[in-house]
């Protein structure tokens, strides 16, 4: 299947990002999509690609995707204008030009269908992949049960026909009755003749078993027609609700519910649609401010940061995914998180190199059984590894890793009995040594660990003055405080959330 369209048929997309995604958004729109005209704006990366999107759905740093409807410069009204003018001139900007909305809802139709298309062909091969899988398992089993199931038949055969002959042996001596007798040769053609009423059984019930019923199959829904855009007659009667997000000079003239009715009035004068709060076939999200106007169609129900590869979720799937990117694995690599939780980190990093290999290590038992689940729904098989065993004495060589990723616990989500700020010198020290020289450190840490680990290196780097002596943390013997060789290569601020966190990103010299 080709996974690219003409230059000519070229979609306009913007995808929403988590604050500090933005950079990871519009490189890998570039290197996966061949993007051109990126654009990024804060929290949001527009860009126009002429990939399938079933391929644009598959980004991972982005959180979710929406076709671009209309980008617009903001409105720029003066200070104190009335809601009536204000609500005027948001309606003259936008819907001055009908043939932009039902060019991109066709659009939008188009990509709902290639959409649901691709979902029925990933179900089939999935569907397939088990039945082989279970059909491979299954062959001598299914022998076996056949030579079992055709023997005792025959036994029950055999049983029936001595039963007939001593009853009618009886009838013989009682009465003195002459009865037909059942002899062996009819037994074997009832056999012939009842055998393939058995087979037809045997199938109607592995059907049964299997969930299909050849003789009461529904029609399938031809998926073709999905990918057909809207007719005339179904543009007129178009469904819809706008959510509407506004900041700025117009926030103060209007508020984000009014704007929705104002947006909802026009395009229902514009076009005769009519607005369905509850269950509508179109969906528009609209964001004003005062630097841009942006309206999009969301292409998908679920954010695209909920993988559909991971049971139980951790850490951000996004944020997970960035680290994995700034270890820059290469093939043959392995790849180590020493507090590796339910696997977030380990899970999207082997999603995305193939021919790496990786170790989860945890001291929580609870901990690394959620991390095994994810595994085994990732069908990771094996290239993860989990190990119970301490980030503070890890049983690996040294020298013997090429790259470490670890989300350190902040205390916030998830209780920890660890006190961070004490450890962390002797947890650092540990990645330092388990790394090979030029191996990648990138760890992501709460802003006051974040200081705290930025004070540590820099005394580690610059020494003691003459007035001054490096003396290990307490709880550490002076052998396990080592000068550290990492090299700071960059820090970058992400939102988790209810708070904020810093990646930062370490190479061994």
Not at 191 to 208: G, Y
Not at 321 to 329: D, E, H, K
Not at 399 to 410: E, G, M, Q, R
Request: include cysteine.
């Amino acid at each position: 299947m080709n996974d690219t369209r003409s230059d000519t048929n070229s979609v306009r997309y913007y995808c929403t990002a988590g604050n500090g995604m933005e950079s990871f958004l519009v490189d890998e729109v570039k290197r996966k999509l061949a993007a051109k005209d990126v654009l990024q704006i804060p929290g949001k990366v527009l860009f126009s690609s002429s990939a399938m999107v079933d391929r644009v759905r598959s980004l991972k740093a982005a959180e979710r995707l929406f076709l671009l409807l209309k980008q617009d410069s903001p409105l720029g009204l003066p200070a104190h204008t009335s809601p009536a003018r204000a609500s005027y001139v948001l309606q003259s900007r936008l819907f001055s030009d009908r043939n932009q909305w039902t060019g991109a809802v066709r659009t939008w139709s188009r990509l709902q269908g290639e959409l649901a298309a691709n979902r029925k062909a990933d179900k089939t091969t999935a569907v397939r992949a088990r039945k082989e899988t279970e059909e491979g398992k299954g062959d001598e089993e299914e022998g076996k049960f056949l030579v079992e199931s055709r023997k005792r038949t025959r036994e029950l055969r055999v049983e029936e026909w001595e039963s007939k002959k001593l009853r009618s042996d009886k009838q013989i001596n009682d009465k003195e009755e002459e009865a037909d007798v059942l002899d062996l040769s009819d037994v074997k053609d009832v056999e012939e003749n009842e055998a393939p009423d058995t087979e037809r059984s045997r199938e109607i019930d592995t059907n049964q078993i299997s969930g299909t019923n050849h003789t009461a199959a529904r029609p399938e829904r031809n998926v073709g027609s999905c990918s057909k855009t809207m007719d005339q007659q179904e543009m007129e009667n178009v469904s819809f609700r706008i959510n509407c997000k506004c900041s700025g000079s117009l926030s103060r003239c209007l508020s984000a519910q009014e704007i929705s009715k104002v947006l909802g009035a026009g395009l229902s004068r514009l076009l005769g649609w009519k607005a369905d709060l509850k269950s509508p076939q179109l969906e528009i999200n609209a964001h004003l401010s005062n630097d841009y106007i942006l309206l999009g169609i969301p292409l998908t129900r679920s954010p695209l940061a909920s993988r559909s590869y991971i049971k139980t979720t951790g850490l951000r799937s996004t944020i997970a995914w960035a680290m994995a990117s700034l270890a820059q694995i290469q093939p043959g690599f392995c790849v180590v998180d020493p507090m590796c939780g339910v696997g977030t980190i380990l899970i999207e990093a082997a999603q995305e190199h193939k021919a790496a290999c990786f170790l989860g290590v945890d001291i929580d038992d609870g901990q690394l059984q959620k991390a095994n689940e994810n595994k085994t729904f990732a069908e990771l098989g094996s290239r993860v590894h989990l190990l119970k065993a301490s980030s503070m004495e890890l049983p690996l060589p040294s020298c013997s890793i090429d790259a470490v990723i670890c989300d350190l616990p902040f205390g916030r989500k998830f209780d920890t009995k660890i006190n961070m700020a004490a450890k962390l010198p002797l947890i650092l020290s540990e990645m330092e040594r388990i790394l090979c020289v030029g191996g990648t450190l990138v760890v992501l840490l709460s802003p006051q660990l974040s200081s705290l680990m930025k004070k540590l290196l820099s005394q580690k780097h610059t020494g003691p003055t003459s007035d001054q002596k490096a003396t290990p943390p307490a709880g550490m013997r002076e052998s396990e405080f080592h000068l550290s060789s990492l090299k700071h290569q960059m820090s970058l601020r992400v939102s988790l959330g209810a708070i904020d966190g810093l990646i930062h990103k370490y190479v061994k010299a």
